[in-house]
């Protein structure tokens, strides 16, 4: 009987631990503008011009977004006139319609159509 509760008290555990592993490679807080964005980072909001809660996307990766993106801003500074362009996606890895794109400090406040996932690369 002992043997089985501590089976089950090491199930629980692991089930607890992997509740907080995140759930995709962006990670998620509300925010209400570009301001919000880090420096040297790639945003996305749920909301129209900035709003709701926002999202940071995986530098020079394909990454799913946590939730449908409809505003997007490249906050990396323009350094050895490397241009480095974010792109939105329809679908999930950077597959469907290219719904937009937005190269180092320029924002996009409505996209089209809600997107799934992003992709950044240099020009």
């Known amino acids: 009987m002992l043997r089985k509760l501590a089976h089950i008290s090491l199930a629980a555990s692991a089930a607890g631990a ?5 759930a995709a490679n962006a990670s ?3 925010t209400s503008g570009v301001e919000d964005c880090p420096l040297s980072s790639f945003c996305g909001w749920n909301g129209v011009g900035f709003t709701g809660t926002m999202t940071t996307f995986g ?5 799913d977004a ?3 993106v409809r505003s997007i801003h490249n906050n990396y500074p323009i350094r050895w006139e490397l241009p480095i362009s974010l792109t939105v996606w ?3 890895d950077c597959t469907g319609e290219r719904l ?5 400090k320029q924002s996009l ?3 089209p159509s809600p997107g799934l996932s ?3 690369r240099y020009f």
């Open 109 to 111: 406040r409505n996209l």
């Open 118 to 120: 992003a992709s950044v």
């Open 18 to 22: 992997l509740a907080l592993l995140p």
């Open 59 to 63: 530098k020079f990766t394909c990454t």
């Open 28 to 30: 998620a807080a509300t």
């Open 90 to 92: 329809s679908g999930k």
């Open 66 to 68: 946590p939730f449908p």
């Open 100 to 104: 937009g794109s937005v190269s180092n």
